[in-house]
C-alpha cells in the first residue's frame, strides 16, 4: 500500500495531522494499534489555553487557539466545545505581579485577556475562598471534550480520502511501516505521533508524566470558568519531585474535573493515593466548597513531555539519519491545546510551504541528538 503520508498514532495530534494532510491532497494512512484518541487524549482536561511560558509557547498556543476557532461552526455537539474562558488566580499581592507581567506578554501578541481584581474574581467565582488577591482573565479559551475532538478530525481525513489501519505499528524507517497483522505500508513520509510510545524510534528524547483527573457529580453553576492558580507555572516547571496544583475545570454536563498533577517515573496506571490526596486539598484550598462535592471517578494519564518543553514538529532526519521520518511529539500538557496549529506547521514543512509562526522552534533537529529507528 503506497501513501504520500503513514501517521503513527490516532490521538488528537496524529487525526489533526491526518485531516490537515488530506486537506493538502495528500494520499494519508493512519495507524492505530489501539483505540483512536484512547491514551493521553483520552485522560486530559481539553482545556484550550493560551500559554506563555516562553515565546515560541506562546506563538503556537496563541495560533493553535485561533485554528480551533476557525473550526467553530464545523464542529459537532459532542465535542462539547465552550467559551468559558480561563482565569488565572493569584493568592498574594507577589503573584498580582505576575498576573500584570502575564496582561503585558499577551498584548504584546494580540491575546485579550483583563487584569481582575479581588471583589471582581469573588464576583465572578463566589465559591472561590475569600481573600485572594485577583487574577487575569483570558476570555477566549475554551473547553472542548478530547475524545471527540479527536474523532471529529479523524473522521474529516477519512472523508477526504485517509486509510485507518487498526494495528500496531512494529517497525518504522526509510518509507517502510510494517503492522503487527504482516501488512505492509510504503509512504514518502512517516510521521510518529505517538504520545509516550517512544519503541519506534528508542532514545526519542520524550518522558512520561504522570498526571491525576477527578470528576464530580453535576453540580451546575459551582464554577463558571477554567480555574487555574499562577503556582501551576511553577508546579509544571518541577521536574526533580511531584508538585501538584489547583485546576478546576466545569464540563457541559454540569460537572467538575479536579486536577491537576505532575509526577516522573511513576509509571503505573493506578492512582497514587498520597498525591491524590495532596492534589485534592490543594484545590479545597482555593475553593473549600469542592470539599463537600461528590467524587464519581478517578483516573490517571500520561503527558509526553519533552526534554526542553517544547513540542517536536519537523524531520527526524538530523536526528535518525532517515529523511522519511518526521515528528509530532511531546507536547506535554498542551496537546489538545498545539493540535490545529501543530498540523499545520507540519503539513507546511512537508511541502515546503511558509508558516504563520516561526517553526524553527520546534524543529527535532534543535536537540543534537542521534538515534536508529526500529526496522523490520
Known amino acids: 500500500m503506497a501513501y504520500d503520508v503513514a501517521i503513527l498514532g490516532a490521538g488528537i495530534i496524529g487525526c489533526a495531522c491526518a485531516r490537515e494532510c488530506a486537506l493538502a491532497g495528500l494520499r494519508v494512512a493512519v495507524v492505530e494499534g489501539g483505540v483512536p484518541a484512547g491514551g493521553a487524549s483520552a485522560a486530559g482536561m481539553g482545556h484550550v489555553v493560551v500559554m506563555d511560558d516562553s515565546p515560541a509557547q506562546l506563538a503556537l498556543t496563541a495560533y493553535s487557539r485561533r485554528l480551533w476557532m476557525e473550526d467553530l461552526a464545523a464542529l459537532p455537539a459532542s465535542v462539547e466545545y465552550q467559551g468559558r474562558g480561563t482565569i488565572w488566580i493569584a493568592a498574594d499581592e507577589e503573584e498580582m505581579a505576575e498576573v500584570r507581567a502575564k496582561q503585558s506578554a499577551y498584548a504584546q501578541a494580540g491575546v485579550a485577556s483583563e487584569v481582575l481584581d479581588a471583589a471582581e474574581v469573588s464576583r465572578r467565582e463566589p465559591n472561590l475562598r475569600k481573600g485572594l488577591a485577583g487574577g487575569l482573565l483570558v476570555p477566549d479559551d475554551v473547553i472542548v471534550y478530547p475524545p471527540a475532538a479527536a474523532g471529529f478530525y479523524l473522521a474529516a481525513a477519512q472523508r477526504l480520502g485517509a486509510t485507518l489501519y487498526r494495528s500496531r505499528a512494529v517497525s518504522a524507517s526509510h518509507g517502510e511501516v510494517r503492522l ?184 527535532p533537529a534543535r536537540l543534537g541528538l542521534k538515534m536508529e529507528p526500529v526496522r523490520a
Not at 459551582?222 to 475545570?249: I, P, T
Open 180 to 363: 503487527a497483522d504482516g501488512t505492509r505500508l510504503e509512504a514518502k513520509y512517516i510521521v510518529l505521533a505517538v504520545g509516550t510510545d517512544c519503541s519506534l524510534l528508542p532514545g526519542l528524547p520524550v518522558k512520561k508524566r504522570k498526571g491525576h483527573l477527578v470528576i464530580t457529580d453535576r453540580y451546575p453553576g459551582f464554577v463558571q470558568h477554567q480555574l487555574v492558580e499562577l503556582g501551576y507555572l511553577k508546579s509544571a516547571h518541577k521536574v526533580a519531585e511531584d508538585s501538584v496544583a489547583f485546576n478546576v475545570q466545569p464540563r457541559q454536563t454540569g460537572q467538575l474535573l479536579i486536577g491537576s498533577s505532575r509526577q516522573y517515573g511513576d509509571e503505573s496506571p493506578q492512582a497514587d493515593t498520597t498525591i491524590l490526596r495532596r492534589m485534592l486539598e490543594r484545590a479545597a484550598s482555593y475553593m473549600p466548597g469542592l470539599a463537600s462535592l461528590s467524587a464519581l471517578r478517578v483516573w490517571t494519564g500520561f503527558r509526553a513531555a519533552s526534554v526542553d518543553k517544547l513540542p517536536l514538529i519537523g524531520p527526524a532526519g538530523p536526528l535518525a539519519d532517515d529523511p522519511s521520518l518526521w515528528l509530532a511529539v511531546g507536547f506535554e500538557g498542551l496537546g489538545i491545546t498545539n493540535a490545529p496549529g501543530a498540523a499545520r506547521l507540519l503539513v507546511d514543512g512537508l511541502l515546503g510551504r511558509d508558516s504563520a509562526i516561526d517553526a524553527t522552534p520546534f524543529l
